[in-house]
């Protein structure tokens, strides 16, 4: 198969048409080997518009929705990134120049996207998701979506830093973005998505008597 060309057809028909007009970002998403970030049995469709096996029940994030995620966090040169549950984001925010972090808990997920991550740069960890790694961060970013406001990693920002996540309590979510202030936490909507929930950022059951 023809990985280039495959980005290539990617790009121009899943993140170009859906008002991703960042020109570094296309360029870095044309040069990530999104294949070696998925499950090695399905690199054939790795660049397909539908959830990519990573392992077991994980999934790559669709290419266009990472693509405005990452568009909204406006990620710098320089810059200091975060990457929770988010393999393809983390390499693709090391080709815009960030020095990047990901952080995985499922061993499965870190074995399959290690190797991918080493050539592109970025540090692995492997530590639970509702326990962010270090602080201060300029960006973080999470290819799976959770169900509640993420306390844990708004707080993991610098002031003045960006979060950009999947928020879904039902059958539909919103893509938010994160800013905090000195003063507190804003918070954008940005548009309609339906990722997959992490099992660790789902809310405790409630008992009823």
């Known amino acids: 198969?023809?990985?280039?060309?495959?980005?290539?057809?990617?790009?121009?028909?899943?993140?170009?048409?859906?008002?991703?007009?960042?020109?570094?970002?296309?360029?870095?998403m044309l040069a990530v080997p999104r294949e070696r970030f998925c499950a090695p049995e399905r690199a054939f469709s790795a660049y397909a518009d539908t959830p990519v096996e990573i392992a077991g029940?994980?999934?790559?994030?669709?290419?266009?929705?990472?693509?405005?995620?990452?568009?909204?966090?406006?990620?710098?040169?320089?810059e200091r990134?975060?990457?929770?549950?988010?393999p393809y984001a983390a390499a693709v925010m090391a080709r815009l120049g960030a020095t990047v972090v990901a952080q995985d808990s499922d061993p499965a997920v870190a074995a399959v996207v290690a190797p991918g991550l080493a050539d592109e740069g970025?540090?692995?960890?492997?530590?639970?998701?509702?326990?962010?790694?270090?602080?201060?961060?300029?960006?973080?970013v999470s290819e799976g979506a959770v169900a509640d406001r993420p306390e844990p990693w708004i707080a993991a920002l610098r002031i003045g830093g960006r979060l950009a996540v999947v928020e879904r309590r039902g059958p539909a979510g919103r893509a938010v973005l994160y800013v905090r202030g000195?003063?507190?936490?804003?918070?954008?909507?940005?548009?309609?998505?339906?990722?997959?929930?992490?099992?660790?950022?789902?809310?405790?059951?409630?008992?009823?008597?």
């Open 1 to 28: 198969m023809d990985f280039a060309a495959a980005r290539k057809v990617m790009v121009d028909s899943q993140v170009r048409v859906n008002d991703v007009t960042d020109r570094a970002l296309q360029a870095a």
């Open 57 to 78: 029940d994980r999934r790559l994030m669709l290419p266009r929705d990472v693509a405005k995620l990452l568009q909204a966090l406006d990620v710098q040169p320089g």
């Open 81 to 86: 990134a975060l990457a929770l549950a988010a």
């Open 122 to 140: 970025v540090e692995l960890v492997e530590a639970p998701l509702t326990a962010p790694h270090g602080s201060a961060y300029d960006v973080i």
């Open 182 to 209: 000195r003063e507190g936490v804003s918070r954008r909507e940005l548009f309609d998505a339906a990722g997959q929930v992490l099992t660790e950022m789902r809310p405790a059951p409630a008992f009823q008597f």
